[in-house]
């Protein structure tokens, strides 16, 4: 029998076998593609990122080569700008300098107009000053010397009657001052006599007339003492009358006062009087 040609209508495969065999090759197919376009992603990513650098390489150098023409056009820029500058300011300095000297010239040349002008005004003022002179000397020099020789005159009159005035008050004063010093000169004789016949008596009596001469001095002393006292209306004494304490002490302080003053033992000599009691 021979079959020259058939067609499967309809394949039923009820224990999935003949789908078994085709998912293990489906599997290896999408993994192979898988792979495949991972490694051409890959292939893809380095050519890119290859690309990316060369791109940055050349835009780096690019831009380097842009800001070294920028460099030497600033360089460039700048060395003519100072040049202009310096030109400038060459030439605004000449100008400055052209304008100063003609600015000097103009006022040396004012300085020499004023020179003339102030030489004329002083010839003018020296005249005038000479005009005045004479005209002071007429009028205020002549009559001032003429009242000044006056007054001089008249002052002179006047010194010489002070000093004869003077000279007699002076011979007045030395006459009368030569009259009392004579009176002065007779009364201190006189008290010199006194003291000396009371000195040569206190000799004579020794302790008696120096203790008559302390009894005669203690009526003052107790005066002096009481002066104070005696210009007092009232006194009050408040606490403690302590007014005989005060009275015996000072009656006490009196001997060696007098012992002081004359260098006599007061309480020795009242010792020595009859019927006394230190």
């Known amino acids: 029998i021979e079959v020259l040609s058939f067609t499967i209508k309809d394949i039923n495969d009820r224990v999935e076998y003949l789908s078994s065999l085709g998912r293990a090759q489906t599997a290896n197919v999408k993994r192979d593609a898988d792979i495949g376009v991972a490694e051409a992603n890959k292939d893809a990513g380095i050519r890119e990122a290859e690309c990316d650098k060369q791109l940055m390489d050349t835009k780096f150098m690019a831009d380097t080569k842009i800001a070294d023409s920028s460099r030497q056009y600033q360089m460039m820029k700048a060395s003519f700008d100072m040049e202009v500058n310096a030109k400038k300011a060459e030439a605004e300095l000449a100008y400055q300098l052209q304008a100063a000297r003609e600015r000097q010239r103009i006022r040396q040349e ?64 030395r006459l009368i001052g030569g009259s009392e010093a004579g009176a002065i000169e007779c009364v201190g004789k006189a008290e010199a006599e006194k003291m000396r016949l009371k000195a040569s008596a206190y000799k004579q009596y020794g302790e008696a007339a120096m203790l008559s001469l302390v009894l005669e001095t203690l009526p003052k002393i107790a005066a002096e003492v009481a002066a104070p006292l005696s210009k007092t209306d009232t006194i009050v004494m408040v606490g403690d009358d302590r007014t005989t304490s005060e009275v015996s002490r000072l009656v006490s302080q009196l001997p060696p006062a007098v012992q002081a003053l004359t260098g006599i033992d007061l309480s020795k000599v009242v010792g020595k009087i009859p019927g006394a009691t230190s």
């Open 110 to 173: 004012e300085i020499e107009i004023e020179v003339v002008e102030r030489r004329k005004l002083i010839d003018v003022e020296e005249k005038e000053i000479l005009r005045k002179e004479k005209e002071l000397i007429a009028t205020v020099k002549r009559p001032a010397e003429a009242q000044a020789y006056k007054v001089e005159q008249l002052a002179e009159g006047q010194r010489k009657q002070t000093v004869e005035a003077a000279h007699a008050e002076a011979e007045r004063i």
